[in-house]
C-alpha cells in the first residue's frame, strides 16, 4: 500500500512504563489533534509505573485525521482508516509484547483520540480493561445511525465531556454513550459545567482507580 493511502503507517509507537515482561497490565494512550505521544506518556505519569507497560502511537504531523470528527467520514479518508489502523497495530504491540489478554488492556484517549478509540473499541469489540474517553464520541456526520455488531461485555468505560463542550456535543456524548450500553458495556458518563475542553480531575482518578483494580485482581 502507497504511503499516501496508510499516512500513519511510518510513524512511531512509544512505550514507557514497566518492562512489558514485567506488567500485569498494558495502557494504549491516544493523543489528541496538534498533540504527541509523547505528551500522552507525560499524562500517563499521573497513573503511575509500577507494573503498567504503556503503549502510545504518534499520528502523522500530530492529527489523526484532517476534520472534524462531525464531518462526513469520506472527508477524513485516507487518514482515518490509517489511523483505525495505527491504533488496532498499538493494541497488538501491547498484547503481544507483555502476552497479557484484552481484560487487562486499557485504553484512554483525549479529544480526537477520543473520538478515534471510541470507534475503533465499537467496530472491535470485545472485553478490554477499560476504555477512558477524555471529551470525546463516535466519528461520522450529524444523523449517522450508530450500531454496531459484537459485545463489550462489561468492559467499564468512562466519558467525561463538558456541557458546553466547543468541539464535542453534548448530544454526540450522549449518543456514544447509549451504544457502548447497548453493547455491554459499564458506562460512567460525567458531564461537567462549564466550556472548557480538557482533562477534569474526576477523569483522572477514574483512571487511577480503575488501573488500581487490575493492579489488585
Not at 96 to 107: D, K
Not at 109 to 115: E, I, P, T
Not at 142 to 149: I, L, P
Request: hydrophobic content about 35%.
Amino acid at each position: 500500500m502507497a504511503a499516501s493511502d496508510d499516512p500513519h503507517a511510518d510513524q512511531p509507537i512509544l512505550t514507557a512504563g514497566a518492562d512489558p515482561a514485567d506488567a500485569d497490565v498494558a495502557v494504549v494512550l491516544v493523543h489528541g489533534r496538534g498533540a504527541t505521544a509523547r505528551g500522552m506518556l507525560g499524562f500517563a505519569d499521573e497513573f503511575g509505573k509500577d507494573r503498567i507497560h504503556y503503549v502510545a502511537p504518534q499520528a502523522q504531523r500530530g492529527t489523526w485525521y484532517p476534520n472534524s470528527f462531525m464531518a462526513p467520514v469520506e472527508s477524513n479518508q485516507p487518514h482515518y482508516e490509517s489511523a483505525l489502523a495505527r491504533v488496532d497495530r498499538a493494541v497488538a504491540q501491547a498484547r503481544e509484547t507483555t502476552g497479557l489478554p484484552s481484560e487487562r488492556i486499557v485504553l484512554t484517549g483525549f479529544s480526537q483520540g477520543a473520538c478515534l478509540l471510541s470507534s475503533y473499541v465499537a467496530t472491535h469489540p470485545t472485553r478490554y480493561g477499560g476504555l477512558v474517553l477524555l471529551s470525546g464520541g463516535f466519528v461520522g456526520e450529524e444523523g449517522t445511525d450508530f450500531r454496531f455488531d459484537g459485545s463489550l461485555d462489561g468492559t467499564p468505560v468512562m466519558l467525561g465531556v463538558s456541557d458546553d463542550d466547543p468541539h464535542i456535543p453534548l448530544s454526540r456524548a450522549e449518543e456514544t454513550v447509549e451504544e457502548l450500553e447497548r453493547m455491554g458495556a459499564e458506562v460512567r458518563f460525567d458531564v461537567y459545567e462549564g466550556s472548557e475542553h480538557r482533562v477534569f480531575p474526576e477523569e483522572v482518578e477514574y483512571a487511577r482507580d480503575l488501573l488500581g483494580s487490575l493492579l489488585s485482581e
